[in-house]
């Protein structure tokens, strides 16, 4: 189900209680509106806020204060940021799942619902808008929320080049340049950054670099050409698997035994070419092309011996095409999105034994997956009164999975799997005033296993024949508004009904998934952002959430009916004060909440609760012709113990990877 939220962490400059208010342009539903007028789940993020004493590491930085959101594992680099929304996302032991993210159009999730976040380039990140709630009706498969993020072409850029150095705690540096510009047809921007940091645990250590490049060619009022190129290079991404309650409590900072021995880690190198067409004049609407590809080149050795070093050599390609339009019907005003797409994916994958010495045995797999996936939509809105819209949305998609096994001494699993898939959405919006919106909305979504969840835990390979997609069913009710002059709010309940819930354990050191019958989960979201004074802006996100399997027995017979998901918190709190000053100055207190979790289904191991507090401080000025700005920042000030990621049922109780102390950086820029 969607719905709009007005984002609290948009970045509003002192002073500007009336600028707040003004007209914010949302894309990210596919339907070009108003913010306030949206009739889905939207927050957004502009450049001040992904940047400004910031390091860019990772989403979580910039996204932490929208409210329905909750971030894991944030310091481990070879396993990757851990996002999930309204329980979408939760039950990834690497990467992202149920989420789908996308950078200036281009998708990075693949047909089979796999994401990864670390080709993403921060430094040139100039907005990021979230979409909450599901979204299959726009986007399909794995649609259980939105990341969309749009990085700068050039066109609004004074200083240029910028040139960038930051450093801190645990050996952490990072350097980066962006330049760009603009003239009569042409516009671009190229960034490029460089990450060297050894981490606060052992066997954590990370360098990756990473390029981003936007030309933009303009032929008329109408029509422009983007074409986006980004490299990343990540020859070292180093794990430390995950602890025991015992070894946490001896040695936070340690690896496991298994991941120093092993030398555990993953190295990935990845290369994107992009086309993006756009007329916004074709029989009396607006036609977008897209089309792309990608090459991304991976191995990883795993943090246990067995069969754990693994890897592919991947090709993901697509096209797709949304004409938009407004029109009338009936006499009333209509907007209507119609589109389609097709994405492709071709992993050659391959996987071999490692002793406990980490010599490398015999291989054990060796098989071409590939998956295509392909939708068509139709998004509208009607006006039927002033005060009231009514929204609807239906999107029919094919998704397909193959599996050529080409090591058949233990047999032949190759196969295949299809699936054909209906989404659909109805909501409404009414305006009580001006300033004060109420909605209602329900929407139906799918997510089916990616060729990871389907390995078969009975078998050496191919499709586990027992495991399917998961439907959900959302509802929504909410509101958003502005009283007075300096505060706004929203608020949303919601129910997700989750049939065939994908579910991980933990087999032979490795994971694999199952179905569980049925799952609830209930939520509220609340947001606010005041503005104090000219100076003061003071954010809150909260979320309350009540997830449960509400009928599970699993394949050991185990029954978990009435349990908590696990891995996802009850409560969730982001509260930021965030001061700035005519002059440049600027300083930034953020606090964090987050509620125990489940590390089991079973319930019997709890996670401890959390709070930390985050500051920053630092000023922008121009001198000599010049822009300068330097931060200093302090994570975790308190020093506060806690875990940042759970290992949902791992074996052998390694659940725990715990966060740094505190830590110190800072930051300088100059642009020229």
């Given at each position: 189900?969607?719905?709009?939220?007005?984002?609290?962490?948009?970045?509003?400059?002192?002073?500007?209680?009336?600028?707040?208010?003004?007209?914010?342009?949302?894309?990210?539903?596919?339907?070009?509106?108003?913010?306030?007028?949206?009739?889905?789940?939207?927050?957004?993020?502009?450049?001040?806020?992904?940047?400004?004493?910031?390091?860019?590491?990772?989403?979580?930085?910039?996204?932490?204060?929208?409210?329905?959101?909750?971030?894991?594992?944030?310091?481990?680099?070879?396993?990757?940021?851990?996002?999930?929304?309204?329980?979408?996302?939760?039950?990834?032991?690497?990467?992202?799942?149920?989420?789908?993210?996308?950078?200036?159009?281009?998708?990075?999730?693949?047909?089979?619902?796999?994401?990864?976040?670390?080709?993403?380039?921060?430094?040139?990140?100039?907005?990021?808008?979230?979409?909450?709630?599901?979204?299959?009706?726009?986007?399909?498969?794995?649609?259980?929320?939105?990341?969309?993020?749009?990085?700068?072409?050039?066109?609004?850029?004074?200083?240029?080049?910028?040139?960038?150095?930051?450093?801190?705690?645990?050996?952490?540096?990072?350097?980066?340049?962006?330049?760009?510009?603009?003239?009569?047809?042409?516009?671009?921007?190229?960034?490029?950054?460089?990450?060297?940091?050894?981490?606060?645990?052992?066997?954590?250590?990370?360098?990756?670099?990473?390029?981003?490049?936007?030309?933009?060619?303009?032929?008329?009022?109408?029509?422009?050409?983007?074409?986006?190129?980004?490299?990343?290079?990540?020859?070292?991404?180093?794990?430390?698997?995950?602890?025991?309650?015992?070894?946490?409590?001896?040695?936070?900072?340690?690896?496991?035994?298994?991941?120093?021995?092993?030398?555990?880690?993953?190295?990935?190198?990845?290369?994107?070419?992009?086309?993006?067409?756009?007329?916004?004049?074709?029989?009396?609407?607006?036609?977008?092309?897209?089309?792309?590809?990608?090459?991304?080149?991976?191995?990883?050795?795993?943090?246990?011996?067995?069969?754990?070093?693994?890897?592919?050599?991947?090709?993901?390609?697509?096209?797709?095409?949304?004409?938009?339009?407004?029109?009338?019907?009936?006499?009333?005003?209509?907007?209507?999105?119609?589109?389609?797409?097709?994405?492709?994916?071709?992993?050659?994958?391959?996987?071999?034994?490692?002793?406990?010495?980490?010599?490398?045995?015999?291989?054990?797999?060796?098989?071409?997956?590939?998956?295509?996936?392909?939708?068509?939509?139709?998004?509208?809105?009607?006006?039927?009164?002033?005060?009231?819209?009514?929204?609807?949305?239906?999107?029919?998609?094919?998704?397909?999975?193959?599996?050529?096994?080409?090591?058949?001494?233990?047999?032949?699993?190759?196969?295949?799997?299809?699936?054909?898939?209906?989404?659909?959405?109805?909501?409404?919006?009414?305006?009580?005033?001006?300033?004060?919106?109420?909605?209602?909305?329900?929407?139906?979504?799918?997510?089916?296993?990616?060729?990871?969840?389907?390995?078969?835990?009975?078998?050496?390979?191919?499709?586990?024949?027992?495991?399917?997609?998961?439907?959900?069913?959302?509802?929504?009710?909410?509101?958003?508004?502005?009283?007075?002059?300096?505060?706004?709010?929203?608020?949303?309940?919601?129910?997700?009904?989750?049939?065939?819930?994908?579910?991980?354990?933990?087999?032979?050191?490795?994971?694999?998934?199952?179905?569980?019958?049925?799952?609830?989960?209930?939520?509220?979201?609340?947001?606010?952002?005041?503005?104090?004074?000219?100076?003061?802006?003071?954010?809150?996100?909260?979320?309350?959430?009540?997830?449960?399997?509400?009928?599970?027995?699993?394949?050991?017979?185990?029954?978990?009916?009435?349990?908590?998901?696990?891995?996802?918190?009850?409560?969730?709190?982001?509260?930021?004060?965030?001061?700035?000053?005519?002059?440049?100055?600027?300083?930034?207190?953020?606090?964090?909440?987050?509620?125990?979790?489940?590390?089991d289904n079973a319930n019997e191991v709890r996670v401890d609760d959390y709070a930390t507090l985050d500051l920053r401080a630092g000023r922008a000025w121009i001198t000599s012709g010049r822009r300068v700005e330097a931060w200093l920042g302090i994570d975790n000030v308190t020093d506060t113990e806690h875990v940042a990621n759970v290992r949902v049922n791992a074996a052998g109780g390694g659940f725990f990877e715990p966060a740094p102390g505190r830590t110190f950086m800072a930051g300088l820029e100059v642009g020229f």
């Open positions: 189900m969607l719905i709009l939220a007005v984002a609290p962490g948009l970045a509003i400059p002192a002073g500007a209680d009336d600028a707040a208010m003004e007209p914010i342009v949302i894309t990210a539903p596919r339907m070009e509106r108003n913010l306030l007028d949206v009739p889905a789940a939207v927050d957004a993020v502009d450049r001040n806020e992904i940047r400004a004493g910031r390091r860019g590491l990772t989403l979580d930085e910039s996204l932490q204060q929208i409210p329905g959101l909750y971030f894991q594992n944030q310091y481990n680099f070879a396993q990757g940021l851990r996002i999930s929304t309204r329980g979408f996302g939760a039950r990834a032991p690497f990467g992202i799942r149920g989420i789908r993210l996308r950078v200036d159009g281009f998708p990075e999730t693949l047909p089979d619902g796999q994401s990864q976040t670390d080709a993403i380039d921060l430094e040139s990140a100039d907005r990021i808008e979230v979409i909450r709630g599901p979204a299959a009706v726009a986007y399909g498969n794995a649609a259980g929320g939105v990341i969309d993020v749009t990085t700068a072409d050039g066109r609004d850029m004074p200083w240029s080049p910028v040139i960038s150095a930051q450093g801190g705690s645990h050996d952490y540096y990072k350097s980066g340049v962006r330049t760009g510009g603009s003239g009569e047809r042409w516009a671009h921007h190229v960034s490029a950054s460089a990450l060297r940091y050894d981490g606060f645990r052992d066997q954590s250590r990370v360098e990756r670099d990473r390029l981003n490049a936007k030309v933009t060619r303009t032929f008329d009022d109408n029509r422009e050409l983007q074409t986006v190129l980004t490299l990343m290079d990540n020859p070292v991404a180093e794990d430390p698997g995950g602890l025991t309650a015992t070894e946490l409590e001896r040695d936070r900072d340690a690896a496991t035994a298994n991941a120093r021995a092993l030398d555990a880690g993953q190295k990935a190198s990845q290369q994107r070419l992009g086309l993006r067409w756009r007329d916004g004049d074709v029989a009396g609407g607006a036609l977008t092309l897209r089309t792309f590809y990608t090459r991304r080149d991976f191995e990883q050795q795993l943090p246990f011996p067995g069969s754990s070093l693994l890897g592919y050599e991947r090709d993901f390609f697509g096209v797709g095409t949304e004409y938009a339009r407004s029109d009338e019907l009936a006499g009333m005003p209509v907007q209507y999105t119609i589109g389609g797409e097709i994405d492709r994916q071709v992993d050659d994958r391959f996987r071999f034994a490692v002793d406990g010495g980490g010599v490398t045995q015999s291989q054990t797999a060796d098989e071409r997956q590939q998956a295509t996936a392909g939708g068509v939509f139709l998004q509208a809105d009607l006006g039927v009164t002033e005060a009231l819209d009514l929204s609807a949305g239906l999107r029919f998609d094919r998704v397909r999975f193959a599996i050529d096994d080409k090591f058949t001494g233990d047999g032949d699993d190759s196969g295949s799997r299809r699936f054909d898939e209906t989404s659909g959405s109805l909501g409404a919006l009414y305006a009580l005033t001006r300033d004060h919106r109420l909605y209602a909305n329900v929407s139906t979504a799918f997510e089916t296993p990616t060729f990871t969840e389907f390995a078969d835990p009975d078998g050496s390979g191919g499709f586990n024949p027992d495991i399917e997609p998961q439907q959900a069913l959302n509802r929504e009710i909410g509101a958003r508004g502005r009283l007075g002059r300096g505060l706004r709010y929203q608020v949303a309940l919601f129910r997700v009904d989750v049939e065939d819930e994908i579910i991980s354990f933990e087999r032979n050191n490795r994971d694999f998934y199952e179905n569980a019958a049925r799952t609830q989960r209930d939520g509220v979201e609340l947001g606010l952002d005041w503005i104090a004074t000219e100076r003061l802006t003071i954010a809150a996100a909260w979320t309350w959430s009540d997830y449960r399997f509400e009928r599970f027995v699993d394949r050991e017979g185990n029954d978990f009916t009435g349990n908590r998901l696990p891995g996802l918190p009850e409560h969730k709190l982001y509260v930021e004060a965030d001061w700035r000053a005519a002059d440049g100055r600027y300083a930034r207190a953020e606090i964090r909440y987050v509620d125990s979790v489940y590390a």
